[in-house]
């Protein structure tokens, strides 16, 4: 389903049933949560980068609740992520097929039946835009459902069966929010999560990967695309992916690509297989054997981690890559307009973020549903100049020539 036509049916379809729950919550018995809580289910549907982003907030759940069953409720394409993270079994994973309304629908109906015979104690929601979410969270038999909550604000409206709802505040970084849900568990202030202790949040532990894997993924990657083996190579991901609004202009990219290739690096071009046309564009316009295309090319987000060791740089709109590579060693350069890093910023050290603070931007909001007035001329980004982009990818190409044309050689010894 296309993002247009979700938002639509959670709308139409979201809000009265939410306002049906609601009802019937009111008018319901209610459980007691057992203290400790035993089975909790965290419900993060989203986009794949939320996932790294949450990695404290199950940390967290472990340290405060030791030997508590936890779940995890998501998208079926988010699923390998979590499975990388490795926070919780595998098996204590639940997934939706949204790619088609009748896949989803059937699903829902899996998945409601799946969690009822649970008995859950908690289910933490951590959706900001859908309500579907919510519904799940209503129907669970959970008898403490955490969430965001709108209180007194527009938007956002997504029942009133949240008994434990937190207030959700657009200058505090995601991750730190994450980590309020699990405080409001147990709080009893208003809004909860006032008592909440101060935690802060460490960048995700790297993945580790066997050599031999890096050796496969590296020696593959020099066979399919010889003329790059012993140059330093510079990683690129120009897609905006579900939200346009957020990419680069491609034409900055070209100029920036070409610039790195003028100055010895060999520059990859990453993406979905739908990024195919972007990539093509890309190497089509700086016509260099040292530039390639890589949309499609990796099998899976582990497959593209691995490679992430062999590049000496990554330039990355906002979206999935600049998450991911929190997870590696690879220093990273993150695009931001549209939203802000102080919501999204990545957690790695190696890891700096551009975004002008224009009037209008950050103009994607939870009390917008990710819907920017923009009329499409996103100038939040287009005043990130190639230059200024070029300037601090040398700076961080200098502070790490391990990582450049040593980088192939090395991996493939």
Known sequence: MNIGFQRAVDRLVG??????????????????????PRRILVILLSEMGSLVLAQPMFARLKILYPGVEIRALLFARNREVLDLLGVIPRENVLTLDDRSLGGFAADSIRILRTLRPLKLDVVIDCELFARVSSVFSGLSGAALRVGFHRHTQEGLYRGSFINRPVLYNPYRHLSLQFLTLVGAIESHTSPVGKDAAAVACEPPPMLGFPKEELHQAVAKLHADFPTIKDKGLVLVYPSGGLLPIRAWPLEYYYRLCASLLQEGYAVAVIGLPADKPIGRAVTGHCRSPHCVDLTGYTDSVRHLLALFHRAALLITNDGGPGQF????????????GPETPLLYGSMAGSAFCFHRQLPCSPC???YNHRMSPCDGDNQCLKQITPELVLAKAREMLRAAPALQAEAGRAATC
């Open 15 to 36: 809000v009265p049933v939410c306002a049906a729950l609601s009802l019937l919550h009111r008018l319901g018995p209610r459980r007691e949560v057992p203290r400790p």
């Open 325 to 336: 590579a929190a997870l590696t060693p690879v220093p990273t350069i993150i695009l931001f």
């Open 364 to 366: 994607l909001t939870a």
